[in-house]
C-alpha cells in the first residue's frame, strides 16, 4: 500500500471554489495561499460589499461555474461586517457553508454566526485549525 502524503490527499481531494473576505491584506495573501497549497481555488476580497458581489457574480451571473463551496469571511470589515453579509445572502437564500473568522468573539457575535448557521474561529488565526476547519466544512462534499 502506498504511503499517505501531503500531495496524494490534496490530488485525492476535490478542488473547492472558496471566496475569501477579510480586510487585512496580508492575513488575507496568507489564507489565500494555504487554501491554494491545499488545492482550492480562492476568489479573495476585502470587504463586506465585495463579498456580496463575488457571490452574486459567481451563483448567480454564472461566473467560476457558477458553483460556490465555502465562504470564509472576518467579522469586522470596513463597510459591511461579515455578519451584515451574511445576512444579506442569507435573505437571497444562498445555501453555503460559512466560517466566520473574529479578533472580536463576543456572545453577541457567536449567536449571530449560530443563527446563520456559521462555524466561527478566533483570531489570532492558526492556520492549522483553519485548514481543519475548511475541510470539515467541505467533507459532505466529497461523498
Do not use: C, N
Not at 470587504?47 to 454564472?62: M, P
Not at 445572502?89 to 453555503?96: I, K, N, P
Not at 449567536?111 to 485548514?131: F, H
Request: proline share 3%; glycine share 4%.
Amino acid at each position: 500500500m502506498a504511503p499517505v502524503t501531503r500531495a496524494s490527499l490534496a490530488a485525492s481531494a476535490r478542488t473547492a471554489l472558496i471566496v475569501l473576505a477579510e480586510d487585512d491584506a496580508s492575513l488575507r495573501a496568507l489564507i489565500a495561499e494555504a487554501l491554494a497549497m491545499d488545492g482550492h481555488h480562492v476568489v479573495q476580497v476585502a470587504t463586506g460589499s465585495a463579498l456580496i458581489h463575488a457571490v452574486t457574480q459567481i451563483v448567480v451571473d454564472g461566473a467560476q461555474g457558477g458553483r460556490l463551496d465555502l465562504l470564509i469571511s472576518d467579522v469586522r470589515m470596513p463597510d459591511l461586517s461579515g455578519i451584515e453579509a451574511l445576512e444579506r445572502l442569507r435573505d437571497a437564500e444562498l445555501s453555503v457553508p460559512i466560517l466566520l473568522i473574529t479578533a472580536f468573539s463576543d456572545l453577541w457575535t457567536r449567536a449571530e454566526a449560530a443563527r446563520y448557521g456559521a462555524r466561527l474561529i478566533d483570531k489570532p488565526l492558526e492556520l492549522r485549525v483553519l485548514r481543519r476547519a475548511v475541510r470539515e466544512q467541505l467533507a459532505p462534499l466529497a461523498d
